[in-house]
């Protein structure tokens, strides 16, 4: 069975620092990997997506995440972070098939 | 840019009444999924269709939970009764297609209070 882990709570970091949301994942077979942002009583929105090809992947907002095969592993990072970042973050698998998994989800706080 | 319309965005009823959620995909999306996404937690499939069919259903609790796309565009999804433990936020998304390497699309959700 697949799964995804998501192994912080919480991730709290100054403006203007980098930072890091940790993403591990289990699957049988070729994982395509998402990370997916939620801010306030709205919905998930997709931020980027590792299919195949370069390990380090570029997405939305200046996010940009990093495919280990050997770790399992998927984390988000962004060199310098905004208060407006601030958010829930989810980490998601699939292995091609109809279903995708999300992880619990990380609350990054950024502050001032 | 086209959103996933959904709707209620807020729904307070009394354990034991029937609530219905409505979800309007993105135009030609052929994917559209329910989820379920409980406080503190990621979001949890419990139906994916491709046009009008289920394609997944394994985690629908079927006694009391139904969905429906019958036109292969706009979906409904139903609990009958409802109880306290489905006190959530009700996620819907939509794809292209179902393959796995499709982003979602989702709408800002309909968060139900069971009193």
């Known amino acids: 069975a697949q799964s995804v882990a998501q192994p912080e709570d919480q991730v709290n970091v100054a403006e203007g620092n980098p930072l890091t949301v940790k993403c591990t994942y289990s699957v049988s077979g070729n994982p395509y990997l998402f990370w997916y942002v939620q801010y306030p009583n709205r919905g998930l929105q997709f931020l980027l997506k590792?299919?195949?090809?370069?390990?380090l992947v570029k997405g939305s907002y200046g996010f940009e995440a990093e495919f280990n095969k050997s770790q399992t592993s998927f984390h988000l990072k962004k060199p310098s972070a905004l208060v407006s970042d601030s958010a829930l973050y989810f980490c998601?698998?699939?292995?091609?098939?109809?279903?995708?998994?999300f992880g619990a989800g990380t609350r990054l706080f950024v502050k001032a | 840019e086209a959103e996933v319309a959904q709707s209620p965005r807020y729904k307070i009823t009394e354990k034991s009444q029937a609530v219905a959620f409505w979800c309007d995909p993105i135009s030609g999306h052929a994917t559209l999924y329910w989820y379920r996404q409980i406080l503190g937690q990621g979001p949890e499939l419990l139906v994916q269709f491709q046009d009008e069919s289920v394609v997944d259903d394994s985690q629908l609790p079927k006694d009391r939970f139904s969905a429906e796309r019958l036109k292969g565009v706009d979906s409904t999804l139903k609990i009958q009764p409802a109880e306290l433990g489905d006190s959530a936020m009700y996620l819907c998304?939509?794809?292209?297609?179902?393959?796995?390497?499709?982003?979602?699309?989702f709408g800002a959700g309909t968060r139900l209070s069971v009193l």
């Open positions: 998601a698998v699939n292995t091609g098939g109809f279903k995708t998994i």
């Open positions: 590792y299919i195949t090809g370069d390990n």
């Open positions: 998304a939509s794809s292209l297609a179902g393959q796995g390497t499709n982003i979602q699309y």
